[in-house]
């Protein structure tokens, strides 16, 4: 049956932008749906203290360099060169070093504005891709051999068809919904507050992950001076710090974080968003996947949520590259069959690690402390440890993985 499109997906944000880029070495017809307009920001002017940030794991460095943008991207990434762990409290630390693992680093910190325009730039000179944009996803229909959508597109409608329908149009995914994919979601009833800080030391490349009773805080270098912070509370605690005055917020972080870097000095613009767990039970439906936010949203500790998008990512479009049609059933179902796993494993992973420190329980308290201590002392702990959070896993091979899986001696 001949259709508009092999593969056609919704939703432009990081996580469809970097798959459409993926896609760009095949022969596939590949168009990006978004109800946002395209837009390329200059990546060359001066831009604000507030830009917000993310991680990438050393293996998501691996998949970008795979796809073909991480001599760009890497021009504005900070490097992270080490981890300290600790809790506040308690004696235990845990520091995990690049240079034990002999790689040039653990991961790397981008900001958004920056990875979206490298994006937006490879798009650009993509041949293969259709842009559609703006576009709103009004109804889908899946049969045996496509997937038809129907778009408003400036009140006017279209229906475009494809072998292949991806959903990346995040945690409130339309596509999904459409799709009849259910939800399993769990309330953390906790919020994050992210700001950017500047400490009075140089904080040499190191990332923090600090546990309060409270909620974890993060701490990442964006650039020599900058660090980007997300701080876990309750709403209420939330609420309270995000109507303190500069000092003030400075004053309350410095109390739980400690001293390491000096005095916190500088505080940029704050923002607030709720954090929950959300898993779709399905990622796959005849002639469709779910990926990203809109199959699995996570608790931002240890920074896992952009990662594991990108092995959907990676993985995806490895197994299309060379499939005369992307969206047999087969496909999928062995699509969804390596995932799925995964996906589970870093939701338990993360949860777990959660609720193990936000328990006020002496006898844990100490149990965790003692724990930070033999992680810190035992090399193949601290190794598994490396490799689960820079997203190496063992059944992801292939190009775009880069034979990363033997880097990291156990």
């Known amino acids: 049956m001949s259709t508009d499109y ?28 978004d109800r946002r307009a395209f837009k390329q920001d200059d990546d060359t002017v001066e831009q604000p203290y507030d830009e917000r940030s993310l991680a990438l794991g050393y293996g998501s460095k691996k998949i970008y360099q795979g796809i073909g943008v991480w001599e760009t991207l890497k021009a504005g990434a900070a490097a992270i060169d080490r981890v300290h762990v600790s809790e506040q409290g308690r004696l235990g630390v845990t520091r995990l070093n690049s240079q034990d693992f002999g790689l040039p680093a653990l991961g790397y910190v981008v900001t958004v504005r920056h990875l979206a325009a490298t994006l937006a730039a490879a798009m650009e000179a993509q041949e293969n891709l259709s842009l559609l944009m703006p576009a709103t996803l009004q109804t889908l229909d899946t049969g045996p051999d496509c997937v038809t959508l129907q778009l408003d597109r400036a009140g006017q409608s279209k229906t475009i068809s494809t072998r292949l329908m991806v959903a990346t149009d995040g945690a409130n995914s339309v596509a999904r919904t459409l799709l009849g994919i259910d939800t399993q979601a769990s309330n953390y009833h906790q919020q994050a507050v992210i700001a950017n800080i500047t400490p009075e030391k140089a904080h040499h490349f190191e990332a923090f992950e600090r546990f309060t009773l409270n909620g974890p805080i993060a701490l990442l270098p964006i650039d020599e001076k900058r660090c980007s912070l997300v701080w876990t509370h309750t709403p209420e605690g939330a609420e309270q710090v995000m109507q303190l005055s ?20 500088k505080v940029g613009k704050r923002a607030v968003y709720p954090l929950k767990l959300v898993l779709a039970d399905r990622l796959i439906a005849p002639r469709s996947v779910v990926m990203g936010n809109a199959a699995h949203t996570l608790h931002p500790i240890a920074g ?12 995806l479009a490895e197994q299309v590259a060379n499939r005369e049609d992307p969206g047999e059933w087969a496909g999928l179902w062995g699509y969804a069959d390596v995932r799925m796993p995964d996906i589970q494993a870093t939701a338990r992973a993360t949860d777990g690690l959660l609720r193990l420190f936000t328990q006020p329980l002496p006898w844990l308290a100490h149990a965790r402390g003692a724990g930070l201590i033999a992680m810190d002392r035992l090399p193949w702990v601290k190794a598994r440890v ?7 896993r063992d059944e992801l091979q292939g ?12």
């Open 386 to 392: 490396a490799r689960f959070g820079m997203g190496f």
């Open 246 to 265: 500069d000092d003030d917020f400075l004053s309350r972080l410095q109390q739980h974080f400690g001293y390491r870097l000096g005095r916190l000095i």
């Open 304 to 315: 896992q949520g952009l990662n594991l998008a990108l092995r959907d990512v990676a993985l």
């Open 6 to 33: 092999d593969i056609v997906i919704v939703g432009s944000g990081l996580v469809g932008t970097s798959l459409a880029v993926a896609l760009a070495a095949t022969r596939h017809r590949v168009a990006l749906v």
């Open 399 to 410: 190009d775009l993985f880069q034979g990363h899986q033997g880097e990291i001696p156990l």
